[in-house]
């Protein structure tokens, strides 16, 4: 007789994941670090539709941290484990739903590839090409200087809204998750112009400052563009305007670190506006450079003088979000 894969309603995952962080018998610090792995987790089932949870619905879970550091996934699904165990243990599965080959470290080779130079050059200059859609152009532009310019992760992207750009004073709050304080990053004012240019053109009129920045229309419905839509429109774009195919929104992420590495910016800022998989080491960074603005503004005042064409000005129109 064939052997049933071990499985468990999300409904069922979703009640005992509250019992479960709110045991009174573990710290706070912990509790906390339970409810960000396991809203992670059920965030991820729904947002793709699963409904039970099994090994393969995991393994796609774990595909989603790809732009995480081996240490932070192999930390998800250890967290997500412990937490099966404590249900075997109080009698409601009889063998985890998180095989031990996935709570293994990963090993692969960090990103090395970043923007040299020449190739930011190119990609600030470049002009749409003959027979590219204007709208598709906007919008990867859009996401690509703002990937370049702020060092925000693609979910971050994906679920950044108009609400959390505040344009004049050239910052964006990056929203870390359900029910937590969001850290701040630096806008260039290059990546504004881009970024007006795409609501203005292509962004559905219909859409609120409420919902995600970049989205579309589904079924008469405002929805977020996917994560592959972001990494795929980034790519594309780097690789029309600077011939560079190895470039991924990761990438671009490492280019911003390296960026402020060569300008000098102190490493807590570097640090701060980067983020981290712990929110508790982000806040005490932040805490110890007195506001979360300063490290962004000292971020956005490197990348500025890294990537700006001499000559360049931003656009006079109104600003786009404030």
Same mark, same amino acid.
């Given at each position: 007789m064939e052997r049933k894969p071990a499985s468990i309603t999300l409904k069922k995952f979703k009640q005992y994941m509250k019992e479960y962080i709110n045991d009174p018998s573990v710290s706070q610090n912990t509790r906390n670090i339970r409810r960000h792995t396991l809203e992670k987790v059920v965030s991820y089932m729904d947002e793709e539709g699963i409904t039970s949870i099994d090994a393969k619905a995991m393994l796609g879970f774990r595909g989603s941290l790809r732009e995480y550091s081996p240490n932070t996934i192999s930390q998800y699904? =250890?967290? *997500?484990?412990?937490?099966c165990n404590w249900m075997i243990g109080m009698g409601v599965i009889k063998e985890s739903v998180v095989p031990r080959k996935l709570r293994a470290k990963e090993r692969y080779d960090e990103a090395k590839s970043v923007l040299r130079?020449? !190739?930011?050059?190119r990609l600030v200059g470049a002009q749409r090409p003959d027979g590219?859609?204007? %709208?598709a152009w906007l919008?990867?532009?859009?996401? +690509?200087?703002?990937?370049?310019? %702020?060092?925000?992760?693609l979910s971050e992207m994906v679920s950044l809204r108009p609400l959390d750009i505040d344009a004049e004073n050239l910052i964006l709050t990056v929203q870390s998750g359900k029910g937590r304080k969001g850290r701040v990053v630096g806008i260039t004012h290059m990546a504004l112009d881009a970024m007006k240019e795409y609501a203005d053109n292509v962004r559905p009129k219909e /859409? *609120? =400052?409420? !919902?995600?920045?970049? +989205?579309? &229309?589904?079924?008469?419905?405002? =929805?977020? &563009? %996917? =994560?592959?839509?972001?990494?795929?429109? $980034?790519?594309? #774009? &780097? @690789?029309?305007?600077t011939g560079r195919e190895d470039i991924t929104p990761h990438?671009?992420? #490492? %280019?911003?670190?390296s960026i402020l590495a060569a300008?000098?910016?102190?490493?807590? !800022? $570097?640090? @701060?506006?980067?983020? #981290? @998989?712990?929110i508790q080491q982000t806040e005490r960074y932040i805490q110890r450079l007195g506001t979360p603005s300063?490290? /962004?503004? #000292?971020? *956005?005042?490197?990348?500025?003088?890294?990537? *700006?064409?001499?000559?360049?000005?931003a656009k006079k129109d109104p600003p786009l979000y404030t």
């Amino acid at each position: 007789m064939e052997r049933k894969p071990a499985s468990i309603t999300l409904k069922k995952f979703k009640q005992y994941m509250k019992e479960y962080i709110n045991d009174p018998s573990v710290s706070q610090n912990t509790r906390n670090i339970r409810r960000h792995t396991l809203e992670k987790v059920v965030s991820y089932m729904d947002e793709e539709g699963i409904t039970s949870i099994d090994a393969k619905a995991m393994l796609g879970f774990r595909g989603s941290l790809r732009e995480y550091s081996p240490n932070t996934i192999s930390q998800y699904m =250890k967290q *997500t484990s412990t937490f099966c165990n404590w249900m075997i243990g109080m009698g409601v599965i009889k063998e985890s739903v998180v095989p031990r080959k996935l709570r293994a470290k990963e090993r692969y080779d960090e990103a090395k590839s970043v923007l040299r130079k020449e !190739d930011i050059q190119r990609l600030v200059g470049a002009q749409r090409p003959d027979g590219m859609w204007r %709208s598709a152009w906007l919008r990867n532009k859009a996401m +690509c200087f703002l990937a370049m310019s %702020s060092g925000m992760r693609l979910s971050e992207m994906v679920s950044l809204r108009p609400l959390d750009i505040d344009a004049e004073n050239l910052i964006l709050t990056v929203q870390s998750g359900k029910g937590r304080k969001g850290r701040v990053v630096g806008i260039t004012h290059m990546a504004l112009d881009a970024m007006k240019e795409y609501a203005d053109n292509v962004r559905p009129k219909e /859409a *609120t =400052k409420e !919902d995600p920045f970049f +989205c579309r &229309v589904v079924n008469g419905e405002i =929805k977020p &563009v %996917s =994560k592959r839509t972001v990494e795929y429109g $980034i790519k594309e #774009h &780097v @690789s029309v305007t600077t011939g560079r195919e190895d470039i991924t929104p990761h990438c671009l992420r #490492h %280019s911003y670190a390296s960026i402020l590495a060569a300008e000098n910016v102190p490493v807590v !800022d $570097i640090q @701060s506006v980067l983020g #981290h @998989s712990s929110i508790q080491q982000t806040e005490r960074y932040i805490q110890r450079l007195g506001t979360p603005s300063e490290a /962004a503004k #000292h971020a *956005t005042a490197a990348i500025e003088a890294a990537i *700006t064409p001499k000559g360049w000005a931003a656009k006079k129109d109104p600003p786009l979000y404030t």
